[in-house]
């Protein structure tokens, strides 16, 4: 299984898309929107910000088994 590295994510508030790096070994809790300049955090239950707001999952939630 080949890991995606890359996504996009959609900021809550100003509704912008942007590309986004994520990192392969953790799970990244804070991000700052390059357009509005507000911080997301991950929803409630979530591990980290791109597995609430961007169209993958991060590389660790990736690698586990369904």
Do not use: I, N, W
């Not at 239950?45 to 707001?53: A, E, I, L, R, T």
């Amino acid at each position: 299984m080949t890991l995606k590295t890359t996504a996009t994510l959609t900021c809550p508030k100003c509704g912008q898309a942007q590309r986004a790096e994520m990192p392969t070994d953790a799970c990244q809790f804070f991000y700052e929107c390059v357009h509005c300049h507000v911080v997301l955090r991950p929803k409630q239950g979530d591990c980290c910000v791109f597995c609430s707001y961007a169209d993958v999952r991060c590389p660790p939630k990736q690698g586990e088994k369904s």
